[in-house]
């Protein structure tokens, strides 16, 4: 494999993984968890089970309902 063909790998892999947005993150301060910064109530998305999950999971014996 060539030089420029790895460089071009490389570079593809670097803006695909948007490591400069990754490192711009690590530096930020971390998000508070007290409720005075949440002060709404988050409702939780409604998870389906269809048909087919539901015959693996009975396979299973796991028994979603």
């Avoid at 971390?30 to 087919?52: H, L, M, S």
């Avoid at 693996?56 to 028994?63: D, F, G, P, R, S």
Wanted: aromatic share 4%; no cysteine; glycine share 2%.
């Amino acid at each position: 494999m060539s030089d420029a063909r790895m460089y071009d790998d490389a570079r593809a892999t670097r803006d695909h993984l948007r490591l400069e947005a990754a490192a711009r993150a690590a530096v930020r301060p971390a998000p508070g968890i007290t409720f005075d910064e949440y002060p709404r109530e988050v409702p939780k998305r409604e998870i389906r089970v269809d048909e087919a999950a539901q015959r693996i999971a009975n396979a299973l014996h796991l028994h979603l309902d």
